[in-house]
């Protein structure tokens, strides 16, 4: 997989190939995993994005997971388990 890190790289000749650019397979989760163990697996990769796959096709991506994505899924699960109101901090910092 190539990041955006890659990418921007200094050292990085910006007429190489994208298979110069790769240094590791890929990092991924599959669509049954957990969030726990999607977050997980992307602190101890270092990565903020993962592609989801299918455990019966490993090749094919059907999602990418971002740290955003966790982070709104947290803050849902908080919402629904009453410790934060509905846009509490959003409104936090409108008043700021």
Known sequence: MITRRDLHAPAQ???GTLGSLLRRGPVVTFEDSSLREAADL???EDVGRLPVVRREAPRRVV???TRSDLLA???RRLE???VLEPGAIRSRIGQA
């Open 13 to 15: 000749n910006s007429d």
């Open 42 to 44: 992307m602190a101890q």
């Open 63 to 65: 999602g990418i997971l």
């Open 73 to 75: 899924a947290h803050r």
């Open 80 to 82: 629904e388990l009453h």
